[in-house]
């Protein structure tokens, strides 16, 4: 049950678009379209951004997008704004009926 | 409002034990899979445990297999974590977050320290 592998850090200037990259295996990010997003400001509890690969829940901007590409999923964020500088994390079901999240990237805004 | 509210984090020492609660309001429990996910300080996420609504499905992360037990009681609309043999590394923010694929609400969390 290895953290699925996230870059620690990505960084852009306001009105840039960043992608976080999920890298992980066939037996998780691969082999299943569960793959859900959660922002976490410092202090607070995760919010969820994306699920089943690319879905939006309602109330969230749709400045954020989520895809997948085999073994790799993707958070595509647009417009960056001041207020999306915040810890984002992954997270996959995985062939043994468990859960796993990622290593996590702190995204800063320039 | 739909509300996660973990309560039973403190200070333990190494190879004791804590049972933490997570008492839901504002939507129906008997409908969702439960979990429990950790976060020691300055680390990332960690997702320790699921149950089914039902309890008739229930899985663990491989650190904490054998030694946490997840329970639930739809009557009193209550999530449990029965933690047993704490070690160091069990320190964390534990969080109980409503859902399977994906973890839709979320509590604000409760402070496990092991120490002696």
């Known amino acids: 049950q290895s953290a699925l592998t996230q870059p620690a850090s990505v960084s852009g200037s306001p009105g840039q678009s960043i992608t976080i990259s999920c890298t992980g295996s066939?037996?998780?990010?691969?082999?299943?379209?569960?793959v859900s997003w959660y922002q976490q400001h410092p202090g607070k509890a995760p919010k969820f951004m994306i699920y089943?690969?690319?879905k939006r829940p309602s109330g969230v901007s749709n400045r954020f997008s989520g895809s997948k590409s085999g073994n790799t999923a993707s958070l595509t964020i647009s417009g960056l704004q001041a207020e999306d500088e915040a810890d984002y994390y992954c997270?996959?079901?995985?062939?043994?009926?468990?859960?796993?999240f990622g290593t996590g990237t702190k995204v800063t805004v320039l | 409002e739909v509300q996660l509210v973990e309560s039973g984090g403190g200070l333990v020492q190494p190879g004791g034990s804590l049972r933490l609660s997570c008492a839901a309001s504002?939507?129906?429990?008997?409908?969702?899979?439960m979990n429990w996910v950790r976060q020691a300080p300055g680390k990332g996420l960690e997702w320790i445990s699921y149950?089914?609504?039902?309890?008739?499905?229930?899985s663990y992360a491989d650190s904490v297999k054998g030694r946490f037990t997840i329970s639930r009681d739809n009557a009193e609309n209550s999530l449990y974590l029965l933690m047993n043999s704490l070690r160091a590394e069990d320190t964390a923010v534990y969080y109980c977050?409503?859902?399977?694929?994906?973890?839709?609400?979320w509590g604000q969390g409760t402070t496990v320290t092991v120490s002696s």
């Open positions: 149950i089914r609504y039902d309890s008739t499905t229930i």
């Open positions: 977050a409503r859902g399977k694929f994906t973890l839709d609400v």
């Open positions: 066939s037996s998780d990010v691969g082999g299943y379209n569960y």
């Open positions: 997270r996959s079901y995985t062939s043994s009926n468990t859960y796993v």
């Open positions: 089943d690969v690319s």
């Open positions: 504002g939507f129906t429990f008997t409908d969702y899979g």
